[in-house]
């Protein structure tokens, strides 16, 4: 089992900048490649950004990509998302996730509870 918490979510005008965090705890965190995920109201969670076990892949969706960071440290067992550039676009529940493989199809076992972001014109 893995518990993931994630943090940092908030109000951001737009063109601003937020850090999401979720830490994990349990099994081995290094064992998993790790996303974010994102769901707006009334529409579907998609992908946002998944990094490789070891942190050297990274992947993103075309609507974050230049904007978004994902990044791991395994030893204090975190992932982040730097988000610049925000648009009202980006608001939403941002989910961080545990899986296998880190990309958008794949299947992830473990989910946090989810910490929201809104952004504002």
């Known amino acids: 089992q893995v518990q993931l918490v994630e943090s940092g979510g908030g109000l951001v005008q737009a063109g601003g900048s937020l850090r999401l965090s979720c830490a994990a705890s349990?099994?081995?965190?290094?064992?998993?490649?790790m996303a974010w995920f994102r769901q707006a109201p009334g529409k579907e969670r998609e992908f946002a950004a998944g990094?490789?076990?070891?942190?050297?892949?990274?992947y993103y969706a075309d609507s974050v990509k230049g904007r978004f960071t994902i990044s791991r440290d395994n030893a204090k067992n975190t992932v982040s998302l730097q988000m610049n550039s925000l648009n009202p676009e980006d608001t939403a529940t941002y989910y961080c996730?545990?899986?296998?493989?880190?990309?958008?199809?794949?299947?992830?076992?473990?989910w946090g509870q989810g910490t929201q972001v809104t952004v504002s014109s």
């Open positions: 349990g099994r081995a965190f290094s064992w998993y490649a």
């Open positions: 996730a545990a899986g296998m493989v880190p990309t958008p199809g794949s299947e992830y076992a473990y």
């Open positions: 990094i490789s076990r070891d942190g050297r892949n990274t």
